[in-house]
């Protein structure tokens, strides 16, 4: 379908209803298929970009619920109308099987649908109205209202693992535009074709919807002072960004250090600790880990919920566990990495394990260009707890098994993890008791706890949490994915005495 002229990517940023070229340009990178050239984002740019989107906000802060609705209802059926082209360019730079990113797609116009409900259902603005009481003593009390509003031009980056799910009409873009807040995105580099055609589609929506132009811009590419702009740029509300904890931290800093701090949302991953409970372990260890190396491995292990950690005991039930494990990997090949960077952060990361005395290699992998195979590696609690560097993410088919002697040492050592997106228990009924003890442990370390499950898959559903304590993200109140993130970009407003012909419409 590229070979039409209408999906062919032309490498221009869509600023405010207009498609720029920069002076510069850059070449994607793709598994397979042909190179195309896009222009590089500016600084300039941003400045466009924030500006109209300061501009829509005054009209498109304002809509009705239901035209924010059919607008996103709108997006979603203009992807749909592009999935061909989508799932070709995106195979293309990515290295990922078609059957993933027609999933991925259907989960993109899933949560803009999904969004559309929540706003029209209304229940997200959770209206409160404490009625006058003029005569009230010592004093009366005024008519009081309250109602949560949209805060305004919202940055999101796109994620270099989802190039849909996560990126230009991804989770952040949604909830931004659902909550009434226009919003600029900085393309990823990794798929900046799958990104320009996912921006024509928004594009036509906002022009069949009759939105501002400025609603949404794509910048595409550009170095670091672009991303840099435009969380400093002053009419930039929030942020939302998914990737690694070292960007991450380095652009929530720049928020932090503005004039008006503002807040970053930032999904930063994490290693997702399984731990597997004795009795489970005894009763079904291999077939726990046989699912283990399944989850470790799927999408070549790019996932944020990857579980990178397992948690077992000593004994002949956690060896069978290990055992099976290490059979299942050993029968998985060389998986297509999303980026060259990102396979060569994945050899960089076996290198860290293989340099320590503490880790004992079980299985070793050697990779090269842009594929990576599994690895596993086994280490006891003591060595993890004094090792800070065996509890850093290594973004691929990469597998820790802690060894603990006994449950307390199994809680001691869930007391020692960083702050996590996921946490799982693999358990059976005689092992509630330790279950009990650990779980209070876990929900404090994380944002979502799973039983007898993998982290691997998000649903998108009005109770997911996707987000946990720092590093796993930069702020733990907040999620990702499902309806409440949408509240990452409201505030509330108390209204005091207006007069009901001038409160907004969905106070009357």
Known sequence: MLDDPKFKPHGKHLIAGEWLASGQSFESEPANGPAHAFSVGSVDLVNQACEAAEDAFWTYGYTTRAERAAFLDAIADEIEARADAITEIGSQETGLPEGRLQGERGRTTGQLRLFASHIRDGAYLDVRHDAALPDRAPLPRPELRMMQRPIGPVAVFGASNFPLAFSTAGGDTAAALAAGCPVVVKGHSAHPGTGEIIAEAIHAAINSCNMPKGVFSLIQGGRRDVGTALVQHPLIKAVGFTGSLGGGRALFDLCAQRPEPIPFFGELGSVNPMFVLPAAAAARGAEIGTGWAGSLTMGAGQFCTNPGIAVVETGAAGDAFVAAT??????????????????SAYRDGQQRFDGRNAVTPLLSSQNEGRTAKPALYETDAANYLQDHALGEEVFGPLGLVVR???????IALAKGFEGQLTATMQMDADDAPLARQLLPVLERKAGRVLANGFPTGVEVADTMVHGGPYPASTNFGATSVGTLSIRRFLRPVCYQNIPADVLPADLD
């Open 404 to 410: 603990v002697a006994n449950a307390q040492e199994m």
């Open 326 to 343: 290490r059979t299942a990997l050993e029968g998985v090949g060389a998986q297509v990495m999303l980026t060259d960077g990102i396979a």
